[in-house]
C-alpha cells in the first residue's frame, strides 16, 4: 500500500498493503494471540470459611458490578481502618449486558462499611467501566481527603480553549464519530460504539447532541470526584510515572510508588499526540465538510451505474464483487474510535502499594506503551513487539515479588503483556505465590474465534496456574434491582469458581469478594 | 503481394466448395487494416496536483486488446464500485471511435471514467514492463493447491481463491490509502478530503483520488505481480519480509519516472544533469532572501519523490517516500524499531545509489566532452542536444537496473527474504545474464548495499563469487525428467496439471536435500518458466520453482499451552532446459537451490 501508519487494514486480508495490521507469526510481546487452549478453568476449590475479618490485616475488596472495576483497599492503622476506593464504575459495552444493575447496593455497602469517609480515591482513567459509579446520588454523601488522577486528566478541565487542552476533544470527537456510526449494525460498528461509549458514558449520541450545555455522562462522575469528593479541585491530584505522591495524613504508614502513566517527557507512549490530529483527520478525511458530517461523495449521481452497464461475462459476478468491496472496506471510524479507547486506557494511573511488606499492583487498565514505559525503561515506544528484548531487572525484581495484582483491562488480551506473568510467575518455589484479582464478565467483549474474547482465556489459563486467580464473576450476588425494586440474584459464569490462597483468607458476602492477607 | 486472411480463406473455400464463392467489392475489402500493437492512452504522468508542467499530461502506449466497457480486458477488469457510497459509476468504453481518435478522455479530476482509462493504461503498462523483464507472462496470485484431507490427492482445476484476471476499484473506499487484496481479488484505490490545513498543492478539504497517482498504481500493480511470483512474502515472517515488498514496489514506481521523457529533459535542465538532487533550481533566480514570485520558488525534484499530491494532501508538505530519502547510515539496518515502510526505504536508497552511480559513469564522458566545449559544470544552463544525450543515459539505465531489480526476484528464497537475500539474487541474476558487466552495475550495487549495512548474513568475502548464491554442486540432486518447460505466451491446463504433480513427487522424492522434512506435505505454490536471450545470442530457459513446507512450532517448547503457530520451510529451484543434444532434450538440471530450513542452526534461530 501506499502509506501510512495510521490507516487500517481490512480484516485479515494480507498486508502487503497496510502497515499496521498484518497477521504476525511470531510471538508479540503484549498479546496473547497463539492459538489457546480452550481449557476451562478447572479448579480445586474448598469452600471458604467466612473467617472473621482480622482488623489487623490488610484487605482488598472487589464488588462484583459487571464489566467495570470498583476496588476497596481497607488499611489497618492505629487510628483505625481507612479506606481507599479504586475507580467505581460499570459499563454495558458491546454485548448490552456488561452492567449487572449491582453497582447502586454495592455504592450503599461501601457507605455502610466506610461510613462515607475515603482516605483516598484513585481514579486509574476516565472510562465509564471505572467511574460510571460516582454518578449514583449517594456519593454526595461521602467525603474523600484527597483525589487522585492520572497526569492527563489535569488538561480536561472545564477550559475549553486552554493551550493545554488535549483531551477536551475526546468528548467532541467521540460525539462526531458516535454520529457516524448512525444506522451501522455491524459488528465492528457495535464494538466502536461500545468503545465510545465507555469514553463518554454516554448512552445515546443523537439526545446529546441535541443538549450540548448539559453536563452528561462521563462528565457528571468527574464532576462529583473533581468538585465532590476532590473539593472543587482543591484535594485533587494528578501523578505520572516516578512522582512522588502526596498522601493523606491517615495513610503515612503507606509507601507509594506511581509506575504509570508515562510522563509528559515520554508521552510518545500514549500516542498521545497523534490523537487529535489522527482522529480529526480520519473524520475530516471521510466527511464531507460542506454538507456536515456525511460520507464524501466524489461524483455526482449523474454519474451513477446499474451493473447491466458493465459487460455481461460469466467470469464477472458483480454480486461477488460488490461483497467483496464491502468486506474489505477498511473501517477508519473504527479505527479511530479503537484509537480513543486505547488512549484513554493508557493513560491509567497505574500504583504500588506497599504496606507492612506486602506489595499490591493496581495496573488500571494500562496497555502496551503504559506498561513498556516502565518495563522496559525506554526513551521510545517500540514500533515492533517481535523485536522486545528482556524486561529490565528492575521490572523483573518487583514483579517478582507482588503479593497482589490488579488484573489489567478485565484480563484483556492486551493489557497484561506476556513477560509480565512470565516475570511474576518465575519465582522460587517456597515463595507462597501471589493473588491476582479480575474483576470482568464473561460474553460481554470480544469473541473467541478471533481471540479477542475478555476474559482472555490464555491469560486466564496462565494467571490461574502461576497464582491464585480470583475473578469477580464467581461468585453469586444478590441485590435490589433499581428498576424493578426487586431482588435479583445473579449466579457465577459457568465454570468459575473462588479459589482458596496459599496466603490469607477469601470471603465472600452478597456483593463482593474480600482478600485479607 | 502480402498474402492476406481473406485470400487465404479464399482459397479454402475454392477447394472444399462447401460455401458458395462470396462477393468481393473494393480493394478495401480485400485488404484487412491489420491490428494495431497499441493503444494510445491519456494519463498523468504524475498526478493531478502537477497540472499540465514537466509533460505531466502524457500518452502511454499500452499493448492493443479489444475492451469492454470498464474498461474490462483479459488481464484486468476495472469495475467502478464505490464501497463507501455503496454505488457504481459509469463504466468508460475505451472502443468507442470517438475516444479511440482522441487516444481517450482527457487528463481531468472530475470525470471518474478518466480515472477509470488511467487506472488501466498504467496497470497495463506495469504489467508489459514485467513481463518485458521476466521474459515470461506474469500470473496472479493462485490458492495453494493442498490436498483434499479424504483422497490425500489434489483435484485439478481452479480454486475460489484464484485471481485469474484482477480487478481495479478505482474508487473502493474512503481512505488516504490504495491496497492490493487477495481477498477483493484486486486492487482497491481510495479517496480522501486533504488537509484542511496544509494540504500543500491541493486546495484545503478538495477530494483527492489515489487512483490518479501514477506512482500509487504502479506501487499497488507491482504488489500484486510480486504476490503472484512469491506467494509467501506477504506472510510478514519478519520485518524485513513487509518492508521488501513495500520497497520493490517503490523501486518499481521510482523508476517509471526515468522513461518520461518530458519530465526527465525538464528536471535535467534544472539541475544541470544532476538528476538525484533533491531540488529543482528556480526557473528565476533568487534575488536576496524569500521568493516573490512562483517562479523563485525552490521546488522538490519530481523524479525522486513518490506519490507528492498525496504526501502533501495528508499535511505533510512533501512526497510521500522519496528515492535518496536518508544518508547511507550502515547502523540504521540495526534499529529494530523501524516500520516496514521505513526499513523498505533503505533497500530503495541503497538501489537508486547504485542507479545514479551508474547514471554518472555513464555520463561522465559527456560532461567531459561538455567542459572541454566551454560549458562549466556549476552552471545550470545545458544544451538540447546534451540534455537528450543525458535523458537518453538516464533512461536506458533505469531501464536496466529496472530489469535487474526484477529479474532478481526468481532467484529470491521462497520464505522470509532479507535485504541481504535480496542482494545475493540480484547479483547472482546479473552475472546470469550480464557475465561481463560492462557498465559496472554489480559494482555499484555491491557498494550502495554495503554503505548501509545490507550484507547477506553468511558471506565470506565481499567480492562477486562470495556475494552470489554458490551454484548446486552436480550430483547433489538428480536431473528432473518430464517437465515441460512450455513457450513464452505461458503453459496450458493439462501442461501445468503435468508439472505440478512432477514437482511435487520429485520435492516428496528428494525432501531432505531440498531442506524438507520427510513424509510432511510439501506444497508447490508456483513455477513458471523464464526465457532469456544470452550474450551469445542463444536462448536459455529455466524453470523457476518455489516450494513450501508449512509446519506449527509452539512458542515455547516447555510450554505447549502458549499454542503454535505456523512456519514454513521453502526452497526456491532453478531448473534450467539444457540445450539440443543427439536430437533430444536431456533432463533438466538443477542449477540454483536456495534453502530457507526449518531444522538445523538456521531454523533455531528463526
Not at chain 1, 480452550?38 to 473467617?51: D, I, L, N, V, Y
Given at each position: 500500500m501506499v502509506h501510512t501508519a495510521s490507516a487500517a487494514s481490512a480484516g485479515n486480508e494480507i498486508s502487503t498493503c497496510v502497515t499496521v495490521c498484518s497477521k504476525v507469526t511470531t510471538r508479540t510481546v503484549?498479546?496473547?494471540?497463539?492459538?489457546?487452549?480452550?481449557?476451562?478453568?478447572?479448579?480445586?476449590?474448598?469452600?471458604?470459611?467466612?473467617?472473621?475479618?482480622?482488623?489487623?490485616?490488610?484487605?482488598?475488596?472487589?464488588?462484583?458490578?459487571?464489566?467495570?472495576?470498583?476496588?476497596l483497599v481497607i488499611v489497618p492503622t492505629p487510628s483505625g481502618d481507612q479506606?481507599?476506593?479504586?475507580?467505581?464504575?460499570?459499563?454495558?459495552?458491546?454485548?448490552?449486558?456488561?452492567?449487572?444493575?449491582s453497582i447502586a447496593d454495592a455504592v450503599e455497602d461501601l457507605f455502610q462499611t466506610t461510613g462515607g469517609k475515603l482516605a483516598l480515591v484513585i481514579m486509574t482513567h476516565r472510562h465509564a467501566d471505572?467511574?460510571?459509579?460516582?454518578?449514583?446520588?449517594?456519593?454526595?454523601?461521602?467525603?474523600?481527603?484527597?483525589?487522585?488522577?492520572?497526569?492527563?486528566?489535569?488538561?480536561?478541565?472545564?477550559?475549553?480553549?486552554?493551550?493545554?487542552?488535549?483531551?477536551?476533544?475526546?468528548?467532541?470527537?467521540?460525539?462526531?464519530?458516535?454520529?457516524?456510526?448512525r444506522g451501522r449494525g455491524d459488528s465492528d460498528a457495535q464494538e466502536a460504539l461500545a468503545q465510545l461509549g465507555n469514553a463518554t458514558g454516554i448512552d445515546d449520541f443523537n439526545a446529546a447532541a441535541t443538549d450540548k450545555k448539559k453536563r452528561v455522562g462521563n462528565a457528571v462522575a468527574l464532576d462529583m470526584l473533581k468538585d465532590h469528593l476532590g473539593s472543587q479541585g482543591?484535594?485533587?491530584?494528578?501523578?505520572?510515572?516516578?512522582?512522588?505522591?502526596?498522601?493523606?495524613?491517615?495513610?503515612?504508614?503507606?509507601?507509594?510508588?506511581?509506575?504509570?502513566?508515562?510522563?509528559?517527557?515520554?508521552?510518545?507512549?500514549?500516542?498521545?499526540?497523534?490523537?487529535?490530529k489522527g482522529v480529526g483527520q480520519y473524520l475530516d478525511s471521510m466527511t464531507d465538510g460542506t454538507r456536515g458530517p456525511g460520507p464524501i461523495e466524489p461524483f455526482a449521481k449523474e454519474w451513477f451505474a446499474k451493473t447491466k452497464d458493465y459487460p455481461k461475462q460469466d467470469e464477472l459476478k458483480y454480486d461477488e464483487i460488490v461483497q467483496r468491496v464491502n468486506s474489505a472496506q477498511p473501517d477508519m471510524l473504527a479505527v479511530a474510535a479503537a484509537k480513543i479507547e486505547n488512549f484513554l486506557n493508557n493513560q491509567s494511573l497505574v500504583v504500588l502499594f506497599e504496606f507492612d511488606g506486602k506489595k499490591l499492583l493496581f495496573a488500571g487498565d494500562a496497555q502496551g506503551g503504559n506498561w513498556e514505559y516502565w518495563l522496559y525503561q525506554m526513551e521510545a515506544p517500540l514500533k515492533d513487539p517481535t523485536n522486545a528484548r528482556d524486561i529490565v531487572e528492575a521490572s523483573k525484581e518487583l514483579l517478582q515479588t507482588i503479593d497482589f495484582y490488579k488484573v489489567g483491562h478485565h484480563g484483556s488480551t492486551n493489557a497484561t503483556p506476556i513477560p509480565v506473568v512470565e516475570a511474576a510467575v518465575a519465582r522460587p518455589k517456597t515463595n507462597k505465590g501471589f493473588v491476582s484479582m479480575c474483576s470482568t464478565e464473561k460474553g460481554v467483549y470480544g469473541n473467541p474465534d478471533k481471540d479477542t474474547e475478555v476474559p482472555r482465556i490464555l491469560l486466564m489459563d496462565e494467571l490461574n496456574k502461576g497464582s491464585c486467580l480470583v475473578r469477580s464473576d464467581s461468585i453469586p450476588i444478590t441485590f435490589t434491582d433499581r428498576k424493578t425494586n426487586e431482588q435479583k440474584t445473579i449466579n457465577p459464569t459457568d465454570g468459575v469458581t473462588l479459589p482458596k490462597p496459599k496466603v490469607g483468607t477469601l470471603m465472600k458476602t452478597k456483593l463482593y469478594i474480600e482478600y485479607a492477607f | 503481394m502480402p498474402t492476406t486472411k481473406r485470400t487465404l480463406k479464399a482459397a479454402k473455400h475454392k477447394s472444399t466448395k462447401s460455401k458458395p464463392k462470396r462477393k468481393t467489392s473494393t480493394l478495401a475489402d480485400v485488404f484487412e487494416i491489420p491490428t494495431p500493437?497499441?493503444?494510445?492512452?491519456?494519463?498523468?504522468?504524475?498526478?493531478?496536483?502537477?497540472?499540465?508542467?514537466f509533460g505531466n499530461e502524457m500518452t502511454l502506449r499500452v499493448k492493443y486488446e479489444k475492451l469492454l466497457p470498464g474498461p474490462v480486458g483479459e488481464r484486468i477488469a476495472v469495475i467502478d464500485y464505490d464501497g463507501a457510497n455503496k454505488k457504481f459509476y459509469k463504466p468508460v468504453n475505451l472502443d468507442d471511435p470517438s475516444l479511440l481518435i482522441a487516444s481517450g478522455i482527457s487528463p481531468t479530476e472530475s470525470d471518474p471514467r478518466f480515472h477509470q482509462q488511467m487506472v488501466y493504461a498504467v496497470a497495463m503498462e506495469t504489467i508489459q514492463n514485467f513481463e518485458s523483464a521476466l521474459g515470461r507472462r506474469i500470473r496472479w496470485r493462485l490458492e495453494e493447491r493442498l490436498p483434499d484431507p479424504a483422497t490425500g490427492k489434489i483435484q485439478p482445476g481452479k480454486r475460489d481463491g484464484d485471481i485469474w484476471r484482477l480487478n481495479l476499484y478505482p474508487h473502493a473506499m474512503v481512505s488516504a490509502n490504495a491496497a492490493y487484496s487477495p481477498a477483493a481479488k484486486g486492487i482497491l484505490f481510495g479517496y480522501f478530503r486533504a488537509s484542511s490545513v496544509d494540504p500543500g498543492r491541493n486546495l484545503p478539504g478538495q477530494t483527492v483520488f489515489t487512483c490518479l497517482s501514477h506512482d500509487i498504481i504502479v506501487h499497488e500493480v507491482t504488489h500484486a505481480i510480486l504476490d503472484g511470483i512469491r506467494t509467501y512474502f506477504s506472510e510478514r515472517t519478519s520485518s524485513d519480509v513487509?518492508?521488501?515488498?513495500?520497497?520493490?514496489?517503490?523501486?518499481?514506481?521510482?523508476?517509471?519516472?526515468?522513461?518520461?521523457?518530458?519530465?526527465?529533459?525538464?528536471?535535467?535542465?534544472?539541475?544541470?544533469?544532476r538528476l538525484y538532487q533533491y531540488h529543482l533550481d528556480p526557473d528565476a533566480l533568487l534575488t536576496d532572501g524569500n521568493p516573490t514570485i512562483q517562479a523563485q520558488k525552490l521546488q522538490d525534484n519530481p523524479l525522486i519523490g513518490l506519490a507528492q499530491q498525496f504526501g502533501e494532501a495528508r499535511g505533510t508538505g512533501r512526497a510521500l517516500r522519496s528515492a535518496l530519502s536518508e544518508l547511507p547510515d550502515p547502523k540504521k539496518m540495526k534499529n529494530p524499531n523501524?516500520?516496514?515502510?521505513?526499513?523498505?526505504?533503505?533497500?530503495?536508497?541503497a538501489v537508486f545509489d547504485a542507479y545514479f552511480t551508474v547514471y554518472l559513469r555513464q555520463t561522465s564522458d559527456l560532461f567531459r566532452i561538455f567542459r572541454a566545449g566551454g560549458g562549466t559544470v556549476d552552471s545550470r544552463e545545458i544544451s538540447g542536444p546534451l540534455a537528450n544525450l543525458l535523458a537518453d543515459a538516464a533512461s536506458k539505465t533505469a531501464n536496466t537496473l529496472f530489469k535487474i531489480c526484477v529479474r532478481a526476484i526468481d532467484y529470491c528464497p521462497a520464505v522470509d527474504i532479507t535485504f541481504g537475500d535480496y542482494l545475493r539474487a540480484l547479483i547472482t541474476a546479473d552475472r546470469d545474464n550480464h557475465p561481463s558487466d560492462s557498465l559496472g552495475v554489480r559494482d555499484a550495487l555491491m557498494q550502495a548495499f554495503r554503505l548501509r549495512g545490507i550484507l547477506p548474513e553468511d558471506a565470506q568475502y565481499f567480492s562477486e563469487e562470495s556475494l552470489s548464491w554458490s551454484p548446486l554442486e552436480p550430483g547433489t540432486l538428480p536431473d528432473f525428467e518430464g517437465l515441460i518447460f512450455g513457450d513464452p505466451n505461458g503453459l496450458t491446463r493439462e501442461e501445468r496439471n503435468h508439472n505440478g504433480d512432477l514437482l511435487r513427487q520429485y520435492a516428496q522424492a528428494n525432501a531432505e536435500t531440498l531442506g524438507f522434512r520427510r513424509r510432511e506435505f510439501i506444497s508447490v505454490p508456483s513455477f513458471h518458466p523464464a526465457f532469456r536471450v544470452t550474450p551469445d545470442g542463444s536462448m536459455r530457459i529455466d524453470m523457476v520453482v518455489e516450494m513450501a513446507q508449512k509446519a506449527d512450532i509452539p512458542y515455547d517448547p516447555k510450554r505447549p499451552a502458549l499454542g503454535t503457530f505456523p512456519m514454513r520451510s521453502g526452497s526456491t529451484l532453478l531448473i534450467t532446459k539444457p540445450p539440443f543434444k543427439d536430437g533430444n532434450y536431456g533432463a533438466g538440471v538443477i542449477r540454483y537451490l536456495i534453502r530457507r530450513k526449518l531444522d538445523g542452526p538456521y531454523g533455531e534461530r528463526r
Open positions: 503484549s498479546n496473547w494471540t497463539s492459538t489457546c487452549c480452550m481449557r476451562g478453568c478447572e479448579m480445586t476449590t474448598r469452600k471458604t470459611k467466612s473467617t472473621a475479618e482480622k482488623t489487623n490485616s490488610l484487605r482488598v475488596r472487589m464488588y462484583r458490578v459487571g464489566f467495570g472495576d470498583f476496588f479506606h481507599i476506593l479504586i475507580d467505581c464504575g460499570v459499563f454495558k459495552g458491546t454485548s448490552g449486558t456488561g452492567d449487572l444493575g471505572h467511574i460510571a459509579g460516582f454518578k449514583v446520588e449517594r456519593f454526595k454523601d461521602f467525603k474523600a481527603n484527597m483525589v487522585w488522577m492520572p497526569y492527563w486528566e489535569q488538561f480536561n478541565d472545564k477550559q475549553p480553549d486552554s493551550a493545554n487542552n488535549m483531551l477536551a476533544d475526546i468528548h467532541d470527537l467521540a460525539a462526531s464519530l458516535a454520529i457516524q456510526f482543591e484535594n485533587v491530584r494528578y501523578y505520572a510515572a516516578g512522582d512522588k505522591p502526596e498522601l493523606p495524613d491517615e495513610l503515612k504508614d503507606l509507601k507509594v510508588t506511581i509506575l504509570g502513566p508515562p510522563p509528559e517527557k515520554a508521552k510518545a507512549f500514549l500516542a498521545l499526540m497523534d490523537l487529535k | 500493437d497499441n493503444r494510445p492512452i491519456k494519463c498523468y504522468a504524475f498526478d493531478p496536483s502537477h497540472g499540465k508542467f513487509a518492508a521488501f515488498h513495500e520497497a520493490f514496489a517503490d523501486i518499481a514506481a521510482l523508476f517509471r519516472h526515468f522513461s518520461h521523457k518530458e519530465a526527465l529533459l525538464d528536471t535535467i535542465q534544472k539541475t544541470g544533469g523501524l516500520e516496514p515502510h521505513e526499513l523498505g526505504a533503505i533497500l530503495v536508497a
